[in-house]
């Protein structure tokens, strides 16, 4: 899923620590005509009501008295239309209050009026930087602040922000450390250096900059927030736990605060409190698509599919035209509701949402849009694991049927599989150097997998049409497979897998231990036969000492890279039982029965109760806010349903037995 950077609460953009004289000077700056016609305070013998009125609304601009500020500024602008301190601080005051636009009209003027004041380029910057405006015009209107000054600070910290964005880390670090060498209490440094350590895939040293910035200012929201995005990013589950809670008490209310709380909740697939925080944050600020984002896809993990299209289009409304984090997200919530068709045409933005983490390959042909291609050599490929691979290549024989020629580009183990099941086609590993780049060039077009939708599943009446079993097993090797189990006449053969490879927090609430799962062995009179992949040998050891004469694990077949003898052995049962992973995907693509266990999965499902890629399987939803061992039972309760006139006629007729 899918996060963008919080807005910065305008009453926080801007830090006073010292008095409104000092403000003037070292801050904002006083023209060279103001100070001409102003002499400093300590020296003043003669009244000066303009520079008074400047100190009066600097001192309102501190105190937060944002608007009263303003009155000030425009009694003077009345009087003198083009004083430059007037309509810059004019301008500050605006942005201060979330009005970047008006902002930068009025540090235009005041630059009209005085073009030699760095501090006016510098806040400049600043409500550019507020509106989204690219690094490459930052840079410049910085460059020009420390052509003015060269140790203005804040065009320093503006410029190495604009520098991160564009990638040039080592100039941008070089910006930062000066900075806090000479102002070792700039809060914003540390936490732009933090920021800079992140985008420079070095996050594990961010933490203490974010630290840092706390220390100094732990009254600013946006350290807090920034922290806990880094311990996100970092998986550091843990202590962002205890941060939040404490950031919770220190800003209650905060938008930003309740949102991080809600992300987190989300990637330890904590869905029911997650919504909870993601509601918060939403109603405390409306028009922020970030939180729209989070709150969408918490509600998609919960099943409240309806509800979370409306947000996310919300957060459509809400972003920029281009947003592919937003239309990604989009996609998969039209997907939820089963409106295949808007879901596929947004389907391909995944690959432009750095969030989402799939395999974007490049090549120097066009891709496939639907022509006729009866002469034409197209190269298949994969961006996603080999679940996906497994479900989406159910749609190649369609492919196949209008191609001249078709190779699949898979993992080597993928290949293998592919291979077996697609004769007429070219199954390889993946030709591509280490950017992806396509490093042969022997096909005309190219497609990607999962993205063929839009052509042969556009909606679920296709799925309905479409041929099922399409994928072929190895059939004496299964019925070799079938002579070792004795009894196999007399009984059901369960095949069982309880968990991924993958046992990372978010993904783990969703798995079975082997002691967990024990008790669908212990539901009826069947043999057991070991599908999970990567097993230890403790869960092995448990099997076979508590059920031995149940529990059957062919350990002459590796379940993981040999795909071929997996599929051979799945062959043999005559029900499935499995987490949430390509087990699952073997059993359904293969037509077996099955029960697949795990959360809310909207490109598997459709909007749909079971995923109608598999017309055999079960789709089952553990509690979500209890342990996945209680669910258990229901688990059995399904098995028993779907076996009670169990017969081995379905098996033997796949087994050619």
């Known amino acids: 899923m899918p996060f963008g950077q919080s807005k910065q609460s305008p009453a926080e953009s801007v830090k006073f620590s010292f008095s409104a004289a000092d403000f003037l000077q070292a801050c904002y700056g006083f023209s060279s005509d103001s100070n001409k016609a102003l002499t400093p305070m300590a020296t003043q013998t003669a009244a000066n009501p303009i520079r008074e009125k400047l100190l009066k609304g600097v001192g309102q601009q501190q105190a937060g008295e944002f608007e009263k500020a303003q009155r000030t500024y425009k009694q003077i602008l009345k009087r003198v239309p083009n004083n430059p301190d007037a309509l810059h601080l004019l301008g500050v005051t605006y942005r201060q209050l979330g009005y970047p636009k008006r902002a930068i009209e009025y540090i235009q003027k005041a630059i009209a009026a005085d073009p030699k004041q760095s501090a006016f380029y510098a806040n400049l910057a600043r409500a550019m930087m507020d509106l989204g405006t690219d690094s490459v015009s930052l840079l410049a209107v910085c460059n020009k602040s420390l052509s003015l000054n060269p140790r203005e600070r804040e065009a320093r910290n503006i410029k190495a922000i604009a520098l991160t964005r564009q990638k040039e880390f080592e100039e941008a670090e070089i910006l930062l450390q000066g900075l806090i060498v000479e102002f070792p209490d700039f809060a914003d440094a540390y936490q732009n250096f933090g920021t800079l350590l992140i985008d420079a895939d070095r996050a594990e040293h961010a933490i203490n900059f974010f630290t840092k910035a706390i220390m100094l200012e732990p009254d600013n929201v946006s350290n807090h927030s920034q922290r806990a995005r880094c311990r996100l990013k970092l998986k550091q589950y843990e202590p962002s736990q205890y941060e939040l809670t404490e950031a919770l008490e220190r800003f209650p209310g905060n938008g930003d605060i309740m949102h991080d709380a809600a992300r987190l909740l989300f990637s330890m697939n904590e869905t029911n409190k997650a919504i909870q925080y993601a509601r918060q944050a939403h109603e405390a600020d409306p028009r922020d698509y970030h939180k729209c984002v989070t709150l969408g896809v918490s509600l998609i993990m919960h099943g409240e599919n309806k509800d979370a299209l409306d947000v996310m289009k919300l957060a459509k409304k809400y972003s920029s035209a281009n947003n592919k984090t937003v239309d990604w997200n989009l996609a998969l919530a039209y997907l939820a509701n089963g409106d295949l068709k808007k879901g596929w045409e947004l389907h391909s933005a995944r690959f432009e949402d750095p969030a989402s983490k799939v395999m974007n390959r490049k090549f120097d042909v066009p891709a496939w849009e639907g022509e006729d291609i009866s002469n034409k050599t197209v190269l298949v490929w994969a961006d996603q694991g080999l679940g996906d691979a497994l479900k989406a290549g159910t749609m190649l024989p369609e492919l196949i049927a209008k191609a001249g020629k078709v190779i699949v580009e898979l993992s080597e183990k993928g290949a293998k599989f592919f291979q077996h099941s697609f004769p007429q086609t070219e199954c390889r590993a993946a030709r591509m150097d280490k950017d992806l780049v396509a490093t042969t060039s022997d096909f005309d077009l190219h497609a990607n997998i999962s993205d063929l939708t839009s052509f042969f599943r556009p909606d679920i009446d296709s799925f309905r049409k479409a041929t099922c079993p399409v994928y072929s097993f190895e059939k004496g090797r299964a019925q070799d497979y079938f002579q070792r189990l004795s009894g196999a006449n007399d009984k059901p053969i369960i095949g069982i897998s309880w968990r991924s490879k993958n046992l990372a927090v978010n993904r783990a609430r969703y798995y079975l231990s082997a002691p967990s799962i024990a008790p669908v062995l212990e539901s009826r009179d069947a043999i057991f036969i070991n599908l999970q ?81 598999y017309p055999s399987m079960t789709y089952m939803h553990p509690y979500n806010d209890r342990p996945c061992a209680e669910f258990v039972p229901e688990i059995i309760k399904e098995l028993d349903r779907q076996l009670i006139d169990w017969t081995p006629d379905r098996r033997n007729k796949r087994l050619g037995l």
């Open 533 to 613: 992949y990567a097993t230890i040998d403790k869960e092995i050891a448990f099997f076979r000492t508590k059920y031995p004469e149940r529990f059957i694990y062919f350990e002459d077949v590796d379940l993981f890279d040999d795909l071929l003898g997996a599929a051979a052995l799945t062959a043999c049962c005559d029900f499935v039982v499995s987490a949430n992973t390509s087990v699952a995907d073997m059993a359904g693509l293969l037509d077996i029965p099955s029960i697949r266990f795990g959360q809310q999965e909207p490109p598997l499902l459709l909007g749909q109760k079971n995923p109608p890629w």
